[in-house]
């Protein structure tokens, strides 16, 4: 089956620094990812959609210039956090879908959490 | 993209069977049912997905009725390792944006 990866799994950071998240497509090219957020015992949030060599569209309240997010490849997405803070610390998973493939048809990566001290 | 309900949590025991339902009153034409499991700090699982009447695979089987107002996941004996979070969503047809909902909380006992 489609496999997705991510990368880190877990990262520490400073406040006011920035974090890199990747998010790869192992076996088969994406060209539609998504990134979502998820807080302890809450349901996943749909951050932003990505598509390959255009910019990526994000939902309502999703500050672009905070949560960078490149789609350079068709099996690479990256959402940068810059100026993180302890409320950016959150769970932050990617999915992705291959063309060819109905539009509900996604493939989830492992997740990263994320903790901003 | 159309809201959906699910209850909140459910217990269960050990080989019995789990039917969990989902409404979804406003769903359009071109939108397929599909459901996810999540195991604590892990990424969504493609349980089973569909359009109408019944669905089956190796895992589980999706109920959906003529009006495709609701679904019902059925999920034969469960075990412990059932013990998830299973997410009901429907969409992404078009736009591939898959919007998820408080999901339902399945407790599995011995």
């Known amino acids: 089956g489609a496999v997705v990866s991510q990368h880190p799994s877990w990262v520490i950071c400073k406040s006011g620094t920035s974090v890199k998240i990747e998010c790869r497509s192992l076996d088969f090219q994406a060209t539609t990812m998504f990134w979502y957020r998820q807080f302890p015992k809450q349901s996943l949030m749909l951050m932003a959609t990505?598509?390959?060599?255009?910019?990526?569209?994000?939902e309502q309240g999703v500050e672009k210039d905070k949560f960078l997010i490149n789609h350079a490849s068709l099996t690479l997405s990256t959402l940068t956090v810059t100026s993180a803070h302890p409320e950016d610390s959150s769970f932050y998973i990617c999915?992705?879908?291959?063309?060819?493939?109905?539009?509900?048809?996604?493939?989830f990566g492992p997740g990263t959490r994320l903790t901003v001290t | 993209l159309a809201k959906t309900t699910q209850p909140i949590s459910m217990d269960s025991y050990e080989g019995q069977e789990v039917n969990i339902t989902c409404s979804h009153n406003?769903?359009?034409?071109?939108?397929?049912i599909t459901w996810y499991q999540q195991f604590p700090s892990q990424g969504p699982r493609f349980i089973i997905q569909g359009y109408k009447t019944k669905v089956t695979n190796e895992v589980a089987s999706l109920f959906i009725p003529a009006d495709r107002k609701s679904s019902t996941l059925s999920l034969p004996r469960v075990s412990l390792s059932d013990t998830a979070v299973y997410y009901c969503l429907v969409g992404g047809s078009n736009t591939g944006k898959l919007i998820f909902g408080q999901g339902t909380t399945l407790q599995v006992k011995p």
């Open positions: 999915s992705a879908r291959a063309p060819g493939l109905a539009a509900h048809e996604q493939y």
């Open positions: 990505s598509n390959e060599g255009s910019k990526a569209t994000y």
């Open positions: 406003n769903i359009a034409t071109n939108d397929y």
